[in-house]
């Protein structure tokens, strides 16, 4: 299992309100391309978002399933990226400091293709993709929670 981390300069509650928002799911998750869908219950257990992975015009459309939730705490997913497979990834917030969160990024292959591939060669080929993952939703939380705070929501 690979695990990344990365303190994040708001509550966990902000964080936790960017990964609740489905549709912005490609814009913190490496790879994902495109969001075709959101199901109405999202974050719940069982809802879906329905996703391409990878470049226009060779990218994959499959789907995100949350597998666990906790709000606020933590939210566990199934990746999936047929023909290429299945990854359980976990998403764990943990208060830090005054009003920053340390969020740690956990991710596994559980189907397909990729899990014949040794855990340290499957380490090596996400941990950059998840840090940087990592640093897309610092960047939206901060954003979003900014907005938030000066009174000016988005236009």
Same mark, same amino acid.
Not at 5 to 21: G, H, K, N, T, Y
Not at 38 to 45: I, K, L, N, T
Not at 73 to 85: D, F, I, K
């Given at each position: 299992m690979t695990e990344v981390?990365?303190?994040?300069?708001?509550?966990?509650?902000?964080?936790?309100?960017?990964?609740?928002?489905g549709w912005l799911y490609a814009g913190w998750v490496v790879g994902s391309s495109h969001i075709r869908g959101?199901?109405?219950?999202?974050?719940?257990?069982g809802s879906r978002i329905h996703h391409?992975?990878?470049?226009?015009?060779?990218?994959i459309q499959d789907q995100t399933v949350v597998t666990a939730v906790e709000p606020g =705490? +933590?939210? !566990?997913?199934?990746?999936?990226?047929?023909?290429?497979?299945a990854a359980a990834v976990g998403l764990t917030l943990v208060p830090h400091g005054e009003g920053e969160t340390l969020v740690r990024m956990t991710e596994h292959i559980v189907r397909g293709p990729g899990k014949v591939l040794p855990a340290a060669l499957q380490s090596l080929l996400v941990k950059p993709r998840n840090t940087e993952s990592?640093?897309?939703?610092?960047?939206?939380?901060?954003?979003?929670?900014? =907005? +938030?705070? !000066?009174?000016h929501p988005r236009p």
């Open positions: 981390s990365r303190v994040i300069d708001v509550p966990p509650e902000a964080v936790f309100e960017v990964l609740a928002d959101v199901d109405g219950d999202w974050p719940a257990v391409s992975v990878g470049p226009w015009p060779v990218h =705490r +933590s939210l !566990s997913l199934e990746a999936r990226g047929w023909p290429l497979g990592l640093a897309r939703l610092a960047d939206l939380a901060t954003g979003k929670y900014a =907005r +938030s705070k !000066s009174g």
